[in-house]
Structure formats: structure tokens, C-alpha cells
């Protein structure tokens, strides 16, 4: 079992519909949860945060959290063509390790 | 404020040679970690460094080694280059508790 699983798309989507990307983990004593948004060629870029259950919502963006399931997707809203990306999934490891893992990525494209 | 600088930003090497990168963090953030991305895969993790040491390790051979220096910048060594070994080698630094790393541009390393 990989300790960030993702679907890598990709995801189409048309302008102004919302993109509803997901993500599971596997270590359940996580509790940091990151959105990073990467471009074809760049680096990774980080958009949201989250560490507890429930919603957090940041303009068009919103991630939801639920430990039990083992679960974290993010929500855009609006969708644009700018939003076309590829989204990385990634958990900070449980036990104090100072570890981030990624998943492989959903490639997002927004069709306008 | 600068943001994480690597260096080079492109590399070409040939098989059983030796390379070193280059990361200088964000200013404010004491921890580096380097991470490997293959072409359409996720950011895998090498290690991570910390008050000069290093903290974490993914699964990557002794080949791989790095260094952290006092002002808190960083190398990644690799010896004895493999093919496999291309790829773009990320540097993310933050805070020892991480609230989201910020990403340099990458080192695009080609191995011939």
C-alpha cells in the first residue's frame, strides 16, 4: 500500500465547473496535510493546509480532512484554465519524523 | 525576500561520474529536505537536514549523501551517476515543524 495514493487523471473539467480532487493515506497518526499545485516544468508551489477534521476553506480553494477515513480532497471552485496544474497530495509523517510525502499527483486540466 | 535558490539549474553528466547540488533555504527556515521527481511521478524523498544533521532518510542508496553548513544551505552529492539517476532534484525548506515547505526551482540532472 503507498502512504499517499492519488488518481494521476487526468481530471477534465469545464471553466467555471468545480474540480473535486482526492487523496488517501496510509500512516493514521498523521496530522499535516498539504496542497501543492505544480505547473508542467516548475517546482511545487503549496495552496493549502490543513490539520484538523472538517473544512478549511481559502477563496476558490477548499480542502477537506477526515482522519477516520484516512482521507483529503480539495475542492476548486470556479474552475479556470489558469487552474490547469498538476495537484500534489502530501502528509507529514505521524511520531515526530519531520517527513513529507508526496503522492504521485492529479493532473487537472480545465477546459474553456 | 529571497526564496530557496538552487543551483545549477541544469546539469548534464555521464554515467559514474560524481555531482553536487546546491540549496540555500528561505531566509528564516533551518530545515532542508531534497527530493527527487522522475518525469510524471510525485516527489520522492531522499533526506532531510536539520541543526546540521541528518534527521530523515527515504529509500534511496548510500550513493546519495548530503551536508548541511551552519548557515543552514545544503549539498546533495551523488556518486557513481546511474541512468535512473535523471531526474529534477527539488530542495524544500521550512521550519523544524513544518507548516508546508517552500520549494526551489529544481536542478534538472541528465545522465548520459
Known amino acids: 500500500q503507498k502512504e499517499v495514493e492519488q488518481n494521476s487523471g487526468p481530471l477534465s473539467v469545464p471553466e467555471g465547473a468545480i474540480a473535486s480532487l482526492n487523496c488517501t493515506y496510509s500512516?493514521?497518526?498523521?496530522?499535516?496535510f498539504f496542497w501543492y499545485r505544480q505547473y508542467s516544468g516548475k517546482s511545487p508551489e503549496l495552496i493549502m493546509s490543513?490539520?484538523?477534521?472538517g473544512d478549511k476553506e481559502d477563496g476558490r480553494f477548499t480542502a477537506q480532512l477526515n482522519k477516520a477515513s484516512q482521507y483529503v480532497s480539495l475542492l476548486i471552485r470556479d474552475s479556470q484554465p489558469s487552474d490547469s496544474a498538476t495537484y500534489l497530495c502530501?502528509?507529514?509523517?505521524?511520531?515526530?519524523?519531520?517527513?513529507?510525502?508526496f503522492g504521485i499527483g492529479t493532473k487537472l486540466q480545465v477546459i474553456p | 525576500d529571497a526564496g530557496v535558490t538552487q543551483s545549477p539549474t541544469h546539469l548534464i553528466k555521464t554515467r559514474g561520474q560524481q555531482v553536487t547540488l546546491r540549496c540555500s533555504p528561505k531566509?528564516?527556515?533551518?530545515?532542508v529536505s531534497w527530493y527527487q521527481q522522475a518525469l510524471g511521478q510525485g516527489p520522492q524523498f531522499i533526506f532531510q537536514?536539520?541543526?546540521?544533521?541528518?534527521?530523515q532518510r527515504g529509500n534511496f542508496p548510500d550513493r546519495f549523501s548530503g551536508h548541511q553548513f551552519p548557515n543552514y544551505s545544503s549539498e546533495l552529492n551523488v556518486n557513481a551517476l546511474l541512468l535512473g539517476d535523471s531526474a529534477l532534484y527539488l530542495c524544500?525548506?521550512?521550519?523544524?515543524?513544518?507548516?508546508?515547505?517552500?520549494f526551489g526551482s529544481g536542478t534538472r540532472l541528465t545522465v548520459v
Open positions: 524544500a525548506s521550512g521550519p523544524w515543524q513544518p507548516y508546508g515547505y517552500t
Open positions: 500512516d493514521r497518526g498523521s496530522q499535516s
Open positions: 490543513i490539520y484538523s477534521n
Open positions: 502530501a502528509v507529514l509523517a505521524s511520531g515526530g519524523y519531520q517527513k513529507v510525502t
Open positions: 531566509s528564516g527556515h533551518d530545515t
Open positions: 537536514y536539520y541543526e546540521e544533521e541528518e534527521r
